[in-house]
């Protein structure tokens, strides 16, 4: 267990829908990190948020938009949901180890567009 | 742009000892990590290299070349349980880490 919760564990939905994927980090821990990772696919970085605040960006499409909370917690939110969205959602939160990012995974999300 | 560069299988027998490498090509490159996966499951980190040279930690030992952006991960005394989705990631130093596409290892009786 790395201490990272997300919720819910599956999503099954239809195309053209809005779901909301939830996350919340290891207790202390002030970055948040979301991940898609497709099929066999390797882990595609989408957005990161530190302590509130967007700090960074990967390849995150339009539809798609997150926040954090004052709590930490953190939300990704997928509109105008096509097939090709169905993925594994991954969120991370790191800890600065030795000057290293070691990132701690939650379980995922897994979300099928009907 | 980035990219990271492993083979997408590599099989081997239990008791064996086996080299998974990544070669890497980033804009900015603070470190090399690895992460392992199993099917369904969430990355695990296994190790870090910042500087060149091999670190170890018990059964699974990783190095880097810098000068070669160069990597791997070492896994010696294979167990089945290590049957698994290997990723190398590169901190570019943004913070988010840049990952592989993973090589998936099976380990064989």
Partial sequence: ?114 | GQSLEQPSEVTAVEGAIVQINCTYQTSGFYGLSWYQQHDGGAPTFLSYNGLDGLEETGRFSSFLSRSDSYGYLLLQELQMKDSASYFCAVDTGRRALTFGSGTRLQVQP
């Fill in chain 1, 1 to 114: 267990d790395s201490g990272v919760t997300q919720t819910p564990k599956h999503l099954i939905t239809a195309t053209g829908q809005r779901v909301t994927l939830r996350c919340s980090p290891r207790s202390g821990d002030l970055s948040v990190y979301w991940y898609q990772q497709s099929l066999d696919q390797g882990l595609q970085f989408l957005i990161q948020y530190y302590n509130g605040e967007e700090r960074a960006k990967g390849n995150i499409l339009e539809r798609f938009s997150a926040q954090q909370f004052p709590d930490l917690h953190s939300e990704l939110n997928l509109s105008s949901l096509e097939l090709g969205d169905s993925a594994l959602y991954f969120c991370a939160s790191s800890v600065n180890v030795g000057g290293h990012n070691e990132q701690f995974f939650g379980p995922g999300t897994r979300l099928t567009v009907l």
